[in-house]
């Protein structure tokens, strides 16, 4: 573990600020939220945030982003990939985004090998921070989120006018070599520990049973109609949670073409399960046309069917679809914790 004074830290965002010819974003405060965006200057970071309002999943699967364009040569088309592959800086990452980002690479990298994702996570750098304050919707400690050992390049925790400083990655530490460093000191790693371990008891919620247990319930829960019902009644499948969430990956792809019709683009953009259309197929068939059923699938998608193929539960416990539902029905934690306390009954 390195230390590294708070004015040198400055000084490294500032240089990379001015030289890197990657974007530097990090989280700054926008409103009565935080937001992840581009840094005009170091002094613009707020890393006691509690919650972003979007993850920095944005960065390495864009919103919206064009995968190839075409064009009509003679008799046959000229295809070109688009996607832009530059990477990102992104300083204030907390474990829990950290945690989603893995998920994301396995699927992306290694499960769909797609290209434009592969290179834009390739090249970029992930400064993680640990957590100084906690929102009231996370649970992350419950979900074995709120602290993480590995993806990232580095990891900082406040010590006040330094940051210790844990190194992930060879490029990680690369960056802290134009500027000065220390080995931390036997009271300094003692001190880290102390404030990641304090994390545990800062958190108002929890899940009363561990996640392992999630497919289990959930699996036990799918023909329980009675209790997605009435859990959806409030839903108006606005699609938020999926928004906001950073373990999320659906999309669809559109080919547009442009006006004079020989020419176009393939476009990938975000999609959500609890939208109304995002089931519908061919002539029209909706197989989820129900939104209990929209709601259903999302917790058993989260909670069964990505851990059945990937071997993760896809929540980390950010609570970012929590803080968002307009309808407060989102809480993955509450919906969890009442299936749990029914089965117990």
């Given at each position: 573990m390195k230390v590294i004074d708070r004015s040198d830290f400055t000084a490294l965002i500032e240089e990379l600020i001015a030289s890197d010819p990657r974007e530097v974003v990090g989280v700054q405060e926008s409103g009565e939220q935080?937001?992840?965006?581009?840094?005009?200057?170091?002094?613009?970071?707020?890393?006691?945030?509690?919650?972003?309002?979007?993850?920095?999943?944005?960065?390495?699967?864009?919103?919206?982003?064009?995968?190839?364009?075409?064009?009509?040569?003679?008799?046959?088309?000229?295809?070109?990939?688009?996607?832009?592959?530059?990477?990102?800086?992104?300083?204030?990452?907390?474990?829990?985004?950290l945690a989603a980002i893995n998920q994301l690479d396995k699927i992306f990298i290694d499960t769909l090998q797609d290209e434009p994702y592969r290179r834009k996570r390739e090249h970029s750098v992930?400064?993680?921070?640990?957590?100084?304050?906690?929102?009231?919707?996370?649970?992350?400690?419950?979900?074995?989120?709120a602290t993480i050992d590995s993806g990232y390049d580095l990891m900082v925790t406040d010590l006040g006018d330094r940051f210790a400083v844990d190194i992930g990655t060879f490029e990680g530490d690369q960056l802290l070599e134009s500027v000065p460093t220390r080995n931390a000191s036997a009271e300094e790693v003692e001190r880290v520990a102390e404030i990641k371990a304090d994390l545990e008891d800062a958190f108002d919620r929890e899940l009363a049973f561990p996640p392992a247990a999630l497919p289990t319930l959930l699996e036990a829960s799918y023909d329980d109609m009675d209790f997605w019902e009435d859990y959806a009644e409030q839903c108006l499948s606005c699609g938020t949670c999926n928004v906001v969430c950073p373990t999320c990956f659906c999309f669809s792809v559109d080919m547009i073409r442009d006006l004079e019709g020989d020419s176009g683009r393939q476009e990938r953009r975000w999609d959500g399960c609890l939208l109304e259309d995002f089931a519908t197929v061919a002539q029209g068939e909706n197989f989820r046309e129900e939104v209990a059923q929209r709601h259903r699938h999302r917790f058993m998608r989260k909670g069964w069917y990505i851990y059945e193929r990937y071997g993760d539960i896809a929540c980390v416990g950010c609570g970012r679809c929590t803080r968002h539902c307009v309808a407060g029905v989102a809480d993955p934690c509450e919906v969890y914790n009442e299936l749990r306390e029914g089965q117990h009954a």
């Open positions: 935080y937001v992840f965006d581009r840094l005009e200057s170091a002094e613009q970071l707020a890393l006691e945030h509690d919650l972003t309002a979007l993850s920095p999943k944005k960065y390495v699967m864009p919103q919206r982003e064009t995968l190839l364009t075409y064009e009509q040569t003679d008799d046959d088309y000229e295809m070109r990939a688009e996607a832009d592959p530059t990477g990102h800086i992104v300083v204030g990452v907390h474990p829990y985004d992930l400064i993680g921070v640990t957590m100084q304050d906690v929102a009231d919707t996370c649970f992350a400690a419950s979900m074995g989120t």
